[in-house]
Each structure stands twice: as structure tokens, then as C-alpha cells.
């Protein structure tokens, strides 16, 4: 399941006019939706690839809100990497950056994917606890002597 929409990347990342010119191998003058499904689901593997071992994967729909952004962000850079012959803008390699370094913030368990109100899937290896168990049978005191 993608954790981010052709409409998420659309709203906030790339305008309509520069998708078209970026995705439209065709030359139809639309959209081309299998080539930004292709970005979407190779950005999906590499959160999935972060998450794997913190979280149950794939993420319960609706994903969280900063996932779809890291997502998004990921996909859309992915785009403009589709196309060679486009240069990549300064704020699209900034926001994948800051993608790769929540990933791994959230991969380090430093940050959280859910907040506290949420009722989304608690972490599946939040940080260790301490356990204490019986004595030492064999110790350096129990051992003198023999």
C-alpha cells in the first residue's frame, strides 16, 4: 500500500504543468500517473526499508501524516530523478535530505511515527527495559575455595 497520493506530491511539491513535463513520455499533455505510481512505490519500499523491525509493515491506512510527507517527498525527488535532462530544485533535494534523516531518526527510535493521542500502532521494539533476575549461582564468592 503507497503511504502518499499523485494529489500529495501535486499540492505541495511539484505543480501540474511541471509533472506533465517530467512524467508525459507520451506527449498527451497529461499527467503520466504509471510513472508517478513508480515513484510512489519505490519511495514506499525505501520508508518500509527504515520501518521494518520498529514497526508492523506495511502501515495501517491511513499511514501517519509525517510518513505520507516523507513519502511524498521521496517520490517526488524520485521524479525529477526519472528525467536527466531536468535539474533537481535546491528545495526537493533539501526535503529528500531531511526525509533520509527522519528515516533514520525514526529507524534510531529517536522519534516517533504516532503521537500520543493517536491511536495508530504502538512500536514494535520501543526501547528495551532492564529486567533483573535471580542471584549469581556461580560467583566469586560462591566459586573460592573450590
Do not use: H, W
Not at 525505501?46 to 506495511?58: C, D, E, K, T, W
Not at 531531511?98 to 528515516?103: D, K, R, W
Not at 534510531?108 to 533476575?133: C, R
Request: charged share 25%; glycine share 8%.
Amino acid at each position: 500500500m503507497p503511504y502518499c497520493t499523485l494529489a500529495d506530491i501535486e499540492k505541495k511539491r511539484i505543480p501540474t504543468d511541471t509533472l506533465i513535463q517530467l512524467t508525459d513520455d507520451d506527449n498527451v499533455g497529461i499527467i503520466g500517473e504509471p510513472v508517478v505510481a513508480g515513484c510512489i512505490d519505490d519511495a514506499t519500499i525505501l520508508v518500509n526499508g527504515y520501518l521494518r523491525g520498529r514497526y508492523p509493515i506495511p502501515l495501517p491506512d491511513p499511514a501517519p501524516g509525517l510518513i505520507v510527507t516523507i513519502t511524498a517527498d521521496l517520490a517526488s525527488y524520485g521524479i525529477y530523478a526519472s528525467k536527466p535532462q531536468f535539474d533537481v530544485p535546491d528545495t526537493i533535494k533539501a526535503r529528500r535530505e531531511t526525509a533520509i534523516a527522519l528515516l533514520i531518526r525514526i529507524q534510531d527510535g529517536k522519534m516517533q511515527i504516532y503521537d500520543e493521542t493517536s491511536t495508530g500502532a504502538p512500536a514494535v521494539n520501543p526501547s528495551p527495559a532492564f529486567v533483573s533476575g535471580p542471584d549469581r549461582l556461580f560467583s566469586r564468592e560462591t566459586m573460592k575455595g573450590l
